[in-house]
């Protein structure tokens, strides 16, 4: 079998795989943020499963308890608790979620009504001398939450064998979503969420990134013999902004059915993703550098976002910039206007932004929009 019909095969059946390892023994973290240090919770012994809610289906539910015009993926993730409709939120033991954006952080106090929760204090900027000791006593506060409530005890060698996991599979992950530097990307930027989106719910790491392993041979052998399944002469787009994947993937794939090729995704389930932790030195410092590192907008300031920006564009070969924000959802759509200052003045590319939900009511408006910028890229 094709190695991406394998995972996506393999990961239907995921959950029922949570459920079976959960009876066998083992525990479940759910977690809602890229600053979560899944490090930790795989030294534990448990599985980390990431709950971020990506679908519409539950937010009118959502709606009952939180004001409507709040960011939709707060609204989704809160519904899945409020319904009980999502299985690997059913299957934790523990949430592990981070004080980031307003909305977040006070949906996460109603979220405790749900599930034991363990709230990380997020610091609001990057600074080595001030908040990085702070996130590092936060990291320890988790490592003492999940020793408590597992009755284990997370070793430095457990720290240090979890990073090394982590590393090899967010390197992986890096090789997959490079293969579309190539003038002939394997996959369309679609094709290629569709394949993120899963890999993070492997109850089984091994199983996870053996199949994931198989992709990236498959997709770079395809590049090196010219295959695609890319019309030619497609604009490449780097999508930045908000966390996106399947069920929220609308604007992808407008920006596809327009015409354009998604060619790099910058956002926290794309490259801000796939950073490597220190696997030498006090592996807790080494975490909390990594994770306080993230380039995300709850932080100001905001640097490394536009950086990294820089770096995929050139690399990507970017045509144009397209930056995602969702309703209700400030610190993206105010850092939009730096963003789109930098890309305009700084990297000379053409750049807009599109503001939405997970409905699908303004779908002939985006389209319009976009069919007018992808044409102007050609
Ligand atoms: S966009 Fe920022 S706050 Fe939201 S999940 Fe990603 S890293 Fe966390
Ligand atoms: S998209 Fe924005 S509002 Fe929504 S959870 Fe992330 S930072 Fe918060």
């Given amino acids: 079998m094709d190695p991406i019909e394998r995972l996506k095969a393999a990961s239907d059946r995921n959950a029922l795989k949570l459920v079976e390892a959960r009876e066998a023994g083992r525990r479940v973290v759910g977690h809602y943020c890229l600053y979560s240090p899944v490090e930790l919770v795989l030294a534990a012994g448990a599985i980390p499963v990431p709950l971020c809610g990506t679908r519409a289906e539950p937010i009118p539910a959502a709606e009952e308890i939180l004001p409507r015009n709040l960011c939709p993926l707060i609204k989704s993730s809160f519904g899945f608790a409020v319904t009980d409709t999502c299985p690997f939120l059913a299957a934790s033991d523990l949430l592990v979620a981070d004080t980031t954006c307003d909305g977040k952080k006070k949906m996460f106090e109603l979220l405790a009504a749900y599930k034991p929760i363990h709230v990380l204090q997020l610091p609001q900027n990057q600074d080595p001398v001030s908040a990085l000791p702070y996130w590092r006593n936060e990291i320890v506060r988790l490592k003492e939450r999940l020793e408590r409530e597992f009755g284990v005890v997370i070793g430095d060698g457990e720290l240090r064998q979890a990073i090394r996991v982590l590393n090899r599979e967010r390197e992986l992950t890096r090789r997959l979503m490079d293969t579309a530097k190539s003038d002939r990307p394997p996959l369309t930027g679609h094709e290629m969420l569709g394949i993120m989106h899963r890999l993070g719910f492997f109850p089984d790491k091994a199983e996870g990134d053996a199949l994931l392993g198989s992709v990236v041979e498959e997709l770079e052998a395809r590049v090196a013999a010219?295959?695609?399944?890319?019309?030619?002469?497609?604009?490449?787009?780097?999508?930045?902004?908000?966390?996106?994947?399947?069920?929220?993937?609308?604007?992808?794939?407008?920006?596809?059915?327009a015409g354009g090729l998604v060619a790099v995704f910058e956002s926290c389930g794309g490259y801000k993703h796939v950073f490597q932790v220190d696997e030498d030195g006090d592996p807790i410092e080494a975490i909390?550098?990594?994770?306080?590192?993230?380039?995300?907008?709850?932080?100001?300031?905001?640097?490394?976002?536009?950086?990294?920006?820089?770096?995929?564009?050139?690399?990507?070969?970017?045509?144009?910039?397209?930056?995602?924000?969702?309703?209700?959802?400030?610190?993206?759509?105010?850092?939009?206007?730096t963003v789109k200052r930098f890309v305009g003045e700084q990297l000379g590319l053409p750049f807009l932004q599109l503001e939405t939900d997970y409905s699908e009511s303004d779908t002939g408006q985006l389209k319009v929009r976009l069919e007018a910028f992808v044409e102007m890229l050609g």
């Fill in 226 to 257: 010219g295959e695609s399944s890319v019309a030619p002469g497609r604009p490449r787009i780097l999508l930045t902004g908000v966390p996106v994947g399947l069920g929220s993937d609308k604007a992808v794939r407008l920006i596809e059915e």
């Fill in 288 to 337: 909390a550098r990594a994770y306080l590192a993230t380039p995300c907008s709850v932080m100001s300031p905001n640097p490394g976002r536009l950086e990294l920006i820089e770096r995929l564009c050139r690399e990507f070969r970017a045509d144009g910039v397209i930056d995602l924000t969702w309703q209700g959802c400030h610190t993206y759509n105010i850092e939009s206007y």
